[in-house]
């Protein structure tokens, strides 16, 4: 199987080329790891983009600014149901023998040996990233007959990669005869960091270290994306691939690959 791998196209910054034909791409199956596009910009793009199958996985950014995190999600599994694009969230799909597992991932804050620097990054990502401002979690009653929304917080997006981590574990354990591919948003090892280790506080809010869940025969191959960074390395087997395109015109990832085919 030849998969086409694409992440953070970020279209709500600068639309895809219309002289690249996706269609020509020499792929069996597309897989796209999350910050498309925010809200379902992403999903629908997908849709009329490809007429082969897609793998496609929510990013941080696909809740910027938009509905209710579990109201997008929804919105977004509803749109593909019945389609070539199977959106991923903690549940897997087969194609042409070839298992995928996909969620966003999210991250636990623990990339550190220190716990002390883990809890400063919590605090740390709490005050800085954009994902704990712009997405919202939830509503509450704000009294008045007042609905107040409840912003995202580091502790639930913990709370949503221990789940995600243990459903991987579980369907992971399960046997499956062929290869399996892995893609989340968020990376799963320190090596698709700017320095390939844990540097700044912030690094935490994304990746973690998932080198347990790593080797040949249990993942063939793991596509993340969020890191801005083109990566393509081995952890015990299993091989870690990104391809981003980045925040264009104003940012270029160097390496990014309009037309990037791995062959399983």
Not at 221 to 228: A, D, K, Y
Request: glycine share 8%; with cysteine; proline share 4%.
């Amino acid at each position: 199987m030849r998969l086409h791998i694409l992440n953070d196209l970020h279209l709500e910054f600068a639309r895809w080329p219309r002289e690249v034909n996706l269609n020509a791409i020499d792929a069996d199956v597309t897989v796209l790891a999350g910050d498309i596009g925010v809200g379902l910009q992403g999903v629908t793009w997908a849709l009329s983009s490809f007429r082969r199958p897609v793998v496609y996985i929510l990013g941080n950014h696909e809740y910027y600014g938009q509905r209710l995190m579990p109201e997008l999600l929804a919105a977004a599994r509803e749109k593909c149901r019945g389609t070539q694009v199977h959106l991923l969230e903690n549940n897997a799909v087969a194609i042409d023998g070839v298992r995928f597992l996909g969620c966003t991932l999210w991250t636990d804050f623990a990339l550190f040996d220190e716990e002390e620097r883990n809890v400063r990054a919590m605090e740390e990502a709490g005050m800085k990233m954009g994902d704990f401002h712009r997405i919202m979690a939830g509503r509450r009653d704000g009294g008045y007959g007042r609905n107040k929304l409840i912003p995202f917080t580091p502790a639930m997006a913990r709370e949503r990669h221990l789940a995600s981590r243990a459903w991987l574990e579980a369907e992971l354990a399960r046997p499956h005869d062929g290869p399996t591919v892995v893609v989340t948003h968020h990376a799963p090892s320190a090596r698709s960091l700017t320095y390939q280790e844990p540097t700044w506080l912030l690094d935490a809010a994304y990746a973690s270290n998932l080198d347990h869940l790593m080797g040949e025969e249990r993942v063939r191959l793991w596509v993340h994306g969020h890191t801005h960074l083109a990566t393509d390395y081995e952890v015990k087997g299993t091989r870690v691939v990104s391809n981003p395109r980045g925040y264009v015109p104003g940012e270029r990832v160097e390496g990014f690959k309009q037309g990037l085919v791995m062959e399983m």
